[in-house]
């Protein structure tokens, strides 16, 4: 492979690169025109992009390897400010390079998607619970669910009325809005019905 160009041929490297890797990888071109790259697609997630140089001088006249969160998995990275990237010379083998990967690259960087997933996994089961509580609740308080601001919300009553909302951390926030007549009534029957003493 020549290298100390643009013109380097990124998605036939990396499709090479990924044969190195075994079947349970493979390649894809870049996703931005014009950008000289080209990306190894990893098993469990991971998603590598290749490109020749880069804004940073350290980078210019190699081949920089960066591993990259796709658009889903990105939103549960583990330490969004962390960088997981590698360069070598652009005249290195497709084996050589699968090397630098492994021994480089890859255990911080696949430690990193492995958290993310298994973030997207218990968000996943968390947003299911809540689908399925929250109807209960608008049931249970005679309300209506809504959204806002992307997060549904159950807003009920006339007299004494609030909103209930589901949070990430699978706890429940309740806001009661009464008259302050009724106030004490619902305190004690609210004390009592958690275990606490009377008011």
Do not use: C, N
Request: no cysteine; glycine share 10%.
């Amino acid at each position: 492979m020549k290298g100390g160009t643009q013109a380097l041929d990124l998605s036939h490297l990396a499709t090479e690169i990924a044969e190195e890797f075994g079947d349970q990888w493979s390649s894809t071109a870049g996703s931005h025109a014009g950008d000289h790259s080209a990306y190894l697609v990893g098993p469990v997630g991971e998603l590598i992009q290749i490109r020749y140089g880069g804004w940073q001088a350290r980078y210019q006249g190699r081949l920089v390897l960066y591993g990259t969160f796709d658009a889903e998995l990105s939103r549960f990275q583990p330490d969004p400010g962390a960088r997981y990237v590698i360069t070598v010379s652009p005249t290195s083998s497709a084996t050589r390079i699968a090397k630098e990967i492994t021994r480089r690259l890859l255990p911080e960087y696949r430690e990193a998607v492995r958290r993310a997933r298994d973030s997207r996994t218990a968000a996943e089961f968390l947003r299911r619970r809540r689908d399925h509580l929250m109807p209960q609740l608008a049931q249970a308080l005679d309300g209506e669910l809504v959204e806002r601001v992307g997060q549904p919300v159950v807003i009920f009553g006339t007299d004494a009325s609030g909103r209930v909302q589901v949070h990430d951390d699978e706890t429940v926030e309740l806001h009661v809005r009464l008259r302050d007549a009724d106030a004490l009534t619902f305190a004690r029957r609210f004390g009592t019905s958690t275990g606490g003493s009377d008011v």
